[in-house]
């Protein structure tokens, strides 16, 4: 049987191995998906040795995205953008290739699920982390007209921005400030991705950086409403959405890359959502 694991620390609270069980259940693929806890300074030889022993793929989350990029012999453009790789895939020559699906899943989730066009639409994303930079090559594909990028760190937004004017020339523009450059500034879509929600906590933003009819999502996701969720309800957001759409897409992009198959996401976000999964 084959077989595939995601590799983390912490790692029990992981819904991958559930998620990608639906959908090798949906698809009549047999397959068997674990979990791996790693200690910090054993990446590596832990991946080599999962594919050693016949592994055929690996699902990669904190704090290992960045360890993994570098480990990758081969690396897909959105990977090479963002710097760190959450999918591993054996290749056939025994090399280990690199990819990121974070940044399909998010756009997927919204446009896919959600219905948002983001053509001509103002986005606002809000970090700097290994989130922000793993979605921000696929938002601005989408054909949306400018992209501010916000950190409390001022100066890790500017370099994201730089950055993606860089070798990505051609996209959408970006542009990076401080959380205190938003002031008079007005979005129809702000995305969270900061760790600000896991202290329960919202980045201190304007009140009224949302446009009348816009939207928020928050890449964090819960049992409840998650602090930013609830930032958007109470400041008139047409649709406030949490990650767990994202969570379950991200896993899809990674399974059609392993097995040639896209999976159906909707029913098995709405197991995740019942709480059944
Ligand atoms: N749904 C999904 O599939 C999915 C996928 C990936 C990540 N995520 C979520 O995305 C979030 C970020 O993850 P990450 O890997 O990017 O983390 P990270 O690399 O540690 O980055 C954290 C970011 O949050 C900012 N931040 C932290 N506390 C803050 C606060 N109190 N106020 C304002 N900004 C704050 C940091 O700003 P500074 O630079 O100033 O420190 C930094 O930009 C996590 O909640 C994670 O669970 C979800």
Redesign the pocket.
């Known amino acids: 049987m084959d077989r595939y694991a995601v590799i983390g620390n912490p790692i029990a609270h992981s819904k991958s191995p559930r998620i990608h069980a639906e959908f090798a259940r949906q698809t009549g693929q047999d397959l068997d998906y674990g979990r791996i806890l790693c200690a910090p300074d054993r990446f590596a030889e832990t991946v080599h040795a999962f594919f050693a022993e016949g592994g055929r793929g690996l699902n990669v989350t904190?704090p290992f995205?960045e360890a993994a990029w570098r480990l990758a012999e081969e690396r897909s453009p959105r990977a090479e953008a963002a710097g760190a790789v959450n999918t591993l895939i054996g290749l056939a020559d025994g090399r280990l290739r690199g990819d990121n699906t974070?940044g399909a899943?998010l756009v997927r989730d919204l446009a896919g699920n959600h219905g948002f066009a983001f053509a001509g639409r103002r986005v606002l994303l809000?970090?700097?982390?290994?989130?922000?930079r793993?979605v921000l090559r696929p938002l601005l594909e989408t054909g949306l007209a400018g992209l501010t990028i916000a950190?409390?760190?001022a100066e890790?937004a500017r370099e994201l921005a730089r950055m993606v004017a860089g070798p990505a020339a051609g996209l959408g523009a970006a542009t990076g400030c401080g959380?205190d450059g938003l002031v008079g500034l007005r979005f129809d879509l702000i995305v969270n991705?900061?760790?600000?929600?896991?202290?329960g906590?919202v980045?201190?933003i304007p009140d009224d950086c949302l446009a009348p009819g816009g939207w928020t999502y928050d890449?964090?996701?819960g049992d409840r409403p998650t602090p930013f969720c609830l930032w958007g309800q109470g400041h008139g957001a047409a649709k406030a959405l949490d990650?767990?759409g994202?969570?379950v897409e991200?896993a899809a992009e990674s399974f059609r890359l392993w097995r040639g198959l896209s999976p159906r996401t909707a029913p098995v976000i709405a197991l995740l959502r019942a709480g059944q999964a």
């Open positions: 904190v995205k974070d899943g809000l970090g700097a982390g290994g989130a922000a793993g950190n409390r760190t890790k959380l991705a900061t760790s600000a929600g896991l202290g906590e980045p201190p890449m964090l996701y990650g767990l994202m969570l991200q």
